[in-house]
């Protein structure tokens, strides 16, 4: 099976069965958030849903994210940034 990160790259590409495994997988997680809405709505407001998804995935930018070491060094410039600015204050 594809990663995730794999499905959404195929998903940009409207691969129609990455688009349908996105969506099974994230189907708990729809169903589990949508019990809070009341029971009229649900269907309505879990295609929505799906449809957002659909376009995010679509929009998703692979090339402008970082690997894990780019993101480590990342978040490590971030923090020494943000403490130097809380030091001064």
């Not at 195929?10 to 169903?31: C, H, Q, S, V």
């Not at 995935?57 to 943000?82: N, V, Y």
């Amino acid at each position: 099976m594809a990663t995730l990160y794999e499905l959404m790259r195929l998903a940009r590409d409207n691969d129609p069965e990455a688009i349908g495994t996105i969506l099974y997988l994230f189907e708990p997680k729809i169903k589990k958030s949508s019990r809070c809405i009341p029971y009229g709505n649900r269907d309505d407001v879990e295609q929505e849903v799906k449809v957002a998804m659909v376009k995010a995935l679509r929009r998703f930018d692979t090339s402008s994210t970082p690997g894990f070491w780019e993101f480590i060094k990342s978040a490590k410039q971030s923090s020494h940034m943000s403490c130097s600015v809380s030091d001064d204050s």
